[in-house]
């Protein structure tokens, strides 16, 4: 079983401060993605990165996928109020046959409070 | 374009009751997938289709849990009969390119069981 863990669980930031959140595993990914989700509303996708040791930016969010492909992270850069949500990573468990459904960590909670 | 929608929002049923979750996806994605998302967790894959046809359930529950996707399109999540461990979102997800757009989510079922 391939597990996805996601570190801090809970995050409480000022408005302006920088943070990031790490999604780590002990197993390989041909890709992985994060997702946001806010409360009453699924997961919204955020990005996939798949090559090892990419970094792909999104505003002021940052994401860098390990060289290895076990790990990830996201960097926010002066945090917004409106960036409040849980942020969730997601690990492909492609095994064949087409059955290609995502491993999800717990996600970490993050509040940017004015 | 319209999103993945899902019925009912809420529900809430006394154990050993029945209940079912309806999903219809987004026009033209081939693959379905339900997720159940416990409260404090990242989702958990129960079952994929890819048209009509099922391509992973070796997460879910047959002993209680079924779902169909009878004609390629719309989706039913049943269970029966619940317990009190099955209070959760059940949400429902369709892809194109799981890899390049990622999935897209329903807003999903919160299932209470008391």
């Known amino acids: 079983t391939q597990l996805l863990e996601q570190s801090p669980q809970f995050l409480s930031i000022q408005e302006g401060e920088n943070l990031t959140v790490y999604c780590n595993s002990s197993?390989?990914?041909?890709?992985l993605q994060w997702y946001r989700q806010e409360p009453g509303e699924g997961p919204v996708l955020l990005v996939t990165?798949?090559?090892?040791?990419e970094v792909k930016k999104l505003k002021r969010l940052t994401f860098q996928f390990g060289d290895a492909r076990k790990d990830s992270s996201l960097h926010i850069t002066a945090a917004q109020t409106g960036d409040t949500g849980l942020y969730l990573c997601?690990?492909?468990?492609?095994?064949?046959?087409?059955?290609?459904?995502?491993?999800f960590g717990k996600g970490t909670h993050l509040i940017i409070q004015p | 374009e319209a999103g993945v929608a899902q019925s009912p929002r809420y529900k809430i049923i006394e154990k050993r009751q029945s209940v079912a979750f309806w999903c219809n996806p987004i026009s033209g994605h081939a693959t379905l997938y339900w997720y159940q998302q416990i409260l404090g967790q990242g989702p958990k894959l129960l079952i994929q289709?890819?048209?009509?046809?099922?391509?992973?359930d070796s997460q879910l529950p047959k002993d209680r849990f079924s779902a169909e996707r009878l004609k390629g399109v719309d989706s039913t999540l049943k269970i029966q009969p619940a317990k009190l461990e099955d209070s959760a979102v059940y949400l429902c997800?369709?892809?194109?390119?799981?890899?390049?757009?990622?999935?897209?989510f329903g807003s999903g079922t919160r299932l209470t069981v008391v």
């Open positions: 997800a369709s892809s194109l390119d799981r890899v390049v757009y990622g999935y897209t």
């Open positions: 197993s390989v990914f041909s890709s």
């Open positions: 990165v798949v090559t090892g040791g």
């Open positions: 997601a690990g492909d468990s492609i095994s064949g046959g087409g059955a290609d459904g995502l491993t």
């Open positions: 289709f890819q048209n009509n046809g099922v391509v992973d």
